[in-house]
């Protein structure tokens, strides 16, 4: 993620190139993906790869988990559709976690994930650029088909977001002491 003005900055306030209220929007996603990163920037493929039992994600997973969450609710918010089968393939263990994860998402770099990441917000800003304030209260049927609006969902990704930024630090609290940095 490339820092701008808006980045240094405690403000939920209009950005350059955004509808107010999407602009607001994007202050809040854009804050919650710099701690994000900020929590993360560091680590070892060790630490990524690193579980606390059998079940638990790593953080390589959690990141992962954290763009396709950007990738479907882009998808199903700006192109009204569901993933289709070949993006549910590509993108199943990141969005459902789990057995999967733990195969799939292991020895790459912290580099590797926080590239997915700016990929799948990049596409996602880009969008947002292309909508007005108007769109954020656009409705459509969410889970088990009920009411939500765009505002929603955002808001759903950026909080999920945070949620489980949660989960890393709390990770990173538990490494062995031969993962400690």
Known sequence: MSMNENDEKFLITDIEGYTPQIGRLVSMMNYARRVTIDS??????????????????????????????????????????????????????????????RERFKGNSVDHYLDVLKNERNKVLDKLRSVNDDWLNEEMPLWDNKPANNYFMWFHVFEDEINHRGQINLIRKRFPNDLQA
């Open 40 to 101: 993360v920037e560091n680590l070892t493929p060790l630490q990524l790869d690193f579980l606390l039992d059998e079940k638990a994600n790593s953080i390589g997973a959690l990141l992962m988990h954290i763009a396709s969450t950007d990738l479907f609710f882009r998808i199903f918010s700006f192109e009204k559709r569901e993933l289709t089968a070949e993006e549910d393939k590509e993108w199943e263990a990141a969005s459902y976690l789990g057995e999967p994860a």
